[in-house]
């Protein structure tokens, strides 16, 4: 199942507190299409959605997301100018 890093744990929290007043608020990963995976914050997941949960964070995953991401592990960073960058990677083995 994917995992999320403490770094990640912290800004997804973050994120979705500041965007979505609910208390199922979470991270939506969808995909991936060509453009990579679709990231949204949200207020619950959708019908068949994984729910992956650290801390306070709660990431929903479609279902091919959570198929494609089920041995990785999700990173995020504050860039300089405030965006948030997510990097995946494959579990320590």
């Known amino acids: 199942m994917l995992t ?6 912290d800004i997804v929290t973050t994120l979705v ?3 979505v007043p609910s208390e199922n608020g979470g991270l939506r990963i969808s995909g991936p299409s060509a453009e990579g995976f679709a990231i949204a914050a949200v207020l619950a997941g959708e019908p068949g ?3 992956v949960e650290s801390g306070d964070a709660r990431v929903y995953l479609e279902d091919s ?9 999700l990173d995020a960073q504050v860039t300089p100018d405030g965006n948030v960058q997510f990097q995946i990677a494959e ?3």
Do not use: F, M
Request: net charge negative; hydrophobic share 30%; proline share 4%.
């Open 4 to 9: 999320l890093t403490e770094n990640a744990s």
């Open 17 to 19: 507190n500041k965007q």
């Open 49 to 51: 959605d994984t729910l």
């Open 65 to 73: 997301a959570s198929q494609v991401l089920d041995d990785k592990v």
């Open 91 to 93: 579990q320590p083995g």
